[in-house]
């Protein structure tokens, strides 16, 4: 069998998600010939033994470079994004592919760099955006593709959080477009082979005034325009309290399909003797898409194998970075802002 061990740099909330993903993807591989092993490290050892220990793991001391020294065969980053570039640039460097949680960076212009420096070094790189590999936006991918759906009139796409996460982690989010919404601006890239060129935003602050004076808004609505002239609406808000809802409503000229509609769909109908969805509703993002973020690293290291092409380059996730902040900044200004448009990867 062939062995590939993977690296994984911080066991936080997603770090550890990734952790048992990548443990629970050992027998699949397995049955295709491959030894998949899990090496991870932490600043915080005792809990990172303790993580290591849950998913049979092997727990190395000393961060990212003694983790890399160990001869791991690519490295997965799940660290604060602040250490994004730093850690991209050491698996670069290593010559080993790397996966690396969104953003690339904490700013559009500090993502720049770090692009450059992946090209000028031929690296592969990775970048977490799961919706790409959710059944229900690869179906709606296919269907397009196929011109089931005709050609797009409409797209109305929503993210809303159960709860908010802390007030502490908001402060350093970038806030709610760049945090949340940036994953729709993803997909509606993805799925439609379009650029967004112009976003219109307006928030409010309903809920916790701690959100506001942070600098963020609970529940923000976005006008985007594409350069074909479509149009579509990014929807997102802290206070979803029927629960963790995503979908995506896609309009042409011969169909409509919605993404994430099934019985676990947060809301409820008014219409007398309408008993759908009727099932427990997701409570967090996690559930929402498990299926996907395994499915996420499952490509990952069929990239390592070499069997397949790059699913999320840093350039794609750069360009709806791009978008994000382009809405932030009319959600700040009040006006609609264009977008830099990025070239496509």
Not at 129 to 139: I, T, V
Not at 146 to 163: F, N, P, Y
Request: with cysteine.
């Amino acid at each position: 069998m062939k062995t590939i061990t993977l690296g994984l740099v911080g066991v936080g909330r997603i770090g550890v998600m990734h952790a048992r993903n990548i443990a629970a993807l050992v027998r699949h591989f397995a049955d295709r010939g491959v030894d998949l092993r899990l090496a991870l490290t932490d600043v915080a050892e005792e809990h990172a033994r303790s993580a290591a220990a849950e998913v049979r793991a092997e727990f190395v001391p000393g961060g990212a470079p003694s983790l890399i020294a160990h001869g791991v065969d690519a490295l997965v980053i799940a660290t604060g994004t602040q250490t994004h570039p730093e850690l991209i640039r050491a698996g670069v460097d290593a010559g080993i592919p790397v996966f690396c949680e969104k953003p690339v960076a904490g700013s559009v212009a500090d993502s720049l760099p770090v692009l450059e420096y992946i090209a000028a070094k031929g690296g592969m790189v990775q970048i977490g955006h799961q919706r790409r590999f959710d059944a229900g936006y690869l179906e709606a991918r296919r269907r397009f593709d196929a011109g089931e759906i005709g050609w797009i009139h409409s797209l109305r796409a929503m993210t809303g959080d159960m709860v908010p996460p802390s007030v502490e982690f908001i402060a350093t989010s970038g806030g709610l477009f760049r945090d949340c919404s940036v994953h729709d601006f993803d997909i509606l890239r993805w799925l439609t082979g379009r650029e967004i060129v112009e976003v219109y935003a307006r928030g409010s602050n309903n809920g916790d005034p701690a959100i506001g004076e942070v600098g963020d808004v609970d529940t923000a609505l976005a006008v985007v325009t594409f350069d074909d002239g479509t149009v579509g609406t990014v929807s997102a808000t802290r206070y979803n309290g029927a629960g963790h809802d995503v979908r995506l409503e896609i309009q042409g000229s011969q169909s409509s399909v919605m993404v994430g509609l099934d019985e676990k769909t947060a809301l409820q109908s008014t219409e007398p003797g309408a008993a759908f969805p009727g099932g427990e509703t997701h409570k967090t993002f996690a559930e929402r898409f498990d299926a996907a973020y395994r499915a996420e690293l499952a490509a990952f290291v069929e990239l390592v194998l070499g069997e397949r092409e790059n699913p999320c380059t840093p350039d794609d996730a750069v360009a709806a970075s791009r978008v994000a902040d382009a809405a932030q900044e009319s959600l700040e200004t009040g006006a609609p802002v264009k977008v830099a448009v990025a070239a496509r990867a």
